[in-house]
């Protein structure tokens, strides 16, 4: 490492704040945004960006879009049935019975919010195309037709909130939970009851919600994920087809582990060493 390396980062660190004065200062609106752009490089995204610019016609391929919006309408269709379906090849043992209706439960919630985005990101989509189309032409009337189905798509099918029942976040029922741990703290031995409770919820809780994630994937993908793609395709220059939130099920399955087996465990012995 040379001398100068070290004095350059300290250099660095000093110049973003000292940029960032100039262009709050600056009283040239155009000069303060070429400062404000100069301050990171181009990247991969903007190269995208100007791909998608260049790509004018509002469709890529009309020949293939009527077809396979159809087909996208009956993946939909095969989707919003199935998806939800409650799993047959769960293996829990002895909890096979309590854990498969927390399953099915999970799952119905990912897929209605995926569903409700899928419906709500393609209409959207066909709604722009549609407005970029010369009025009259045969893009024109294709997409509207096509965003006018998916209208009374989104009407219709579209699940608006939660699959989990409202009564389990109801006020009665958060009452009776917080009643119940306030006599469990009140002893020792309730405290490491209500340790090794967490202990197994957690892990139950885990278990389900990876399973519920992994379950709606293999659905997508065996349902939905093909349809899309060969749509995207022929509409052009529109990015990426929605993703569904399985990975981000898996995110919060890896938090809730950590703080049942982390936080938790803290929590009592904190508990018990100010008692």
Not at 116 to 134: F, G, K, Q, T
């Amino acid at each position: 490492m040379t001398r100068e390396e070290p004095s350059r980062r300290l250099l660095d660190r000093i110049a973003g704040p000292i940029d960032a004065f100039h262009v709050m200062t600056e009283a040239d609106a155009a000069k303060a945004n070429q400062a404000l752009e100069g301050m990171v490089d181009g990247d991969s995204v903007e190269a995208e960006i100007l791909e998608e610019l260049l790509d004018s016609q509002p469709l890529a391929e009309p020949d293939a879009f009527p077809p396979l919006h159809r087909a996208f309408v009956r993946s939909l269709e095969v989707y919003n049935r199935n998806a939800r379906r409650t799993p047959a090849g769960l293996s829990a043992g002895i909890f096979t019975p309590i854990v498969t209706p927390v399953v099915t439960l999970l799952t119905a919630t990912v897929a209605n919010s995926f569903q409700d985005r899928v419906i709500r990101d393609v209409r959207r989509l066909y709604l722009m195309r549609e407005a970029n189309s010369p009025m009259g032409s045969r893009e024109h009337r294709m997409l509207a037709s096509a965003r006018r189905q998916l209208d009374a798509l989104d009407a219709n099918m579209a699940r608006r909130g939660s699959a989990i029942p409202a009564f389990l976040v109801g006020g009665a029922v958060l009452s009776a939970v917080a009643s119940t741990l306030n006599e469990l703290l009140r002893s020792n031995l309730g405290r490491l009851g209500l340790l090794i409770v967490i202990l197994l919820v957690t892990i139950g809780a885990f278990w389900c919600l990876v399973r519920a994630a992994a379950i709606t994937r293999r659905r997508t993908r065996l349902i939905l994920d093909q349809p899309m793609a060969l749509l995207w395709e022929a509409i052009g220059g529109a990015g990426k087809p929605p993703h569904e939130p399985s990975r981000a099920f898996l995110a919060a399955a890896t938090v809730l582990l950590i703080l049942g087996w982390v936080l938790a465990p803290l929590a009592v012995a904190v508990i018990f060493s100010l008692t």
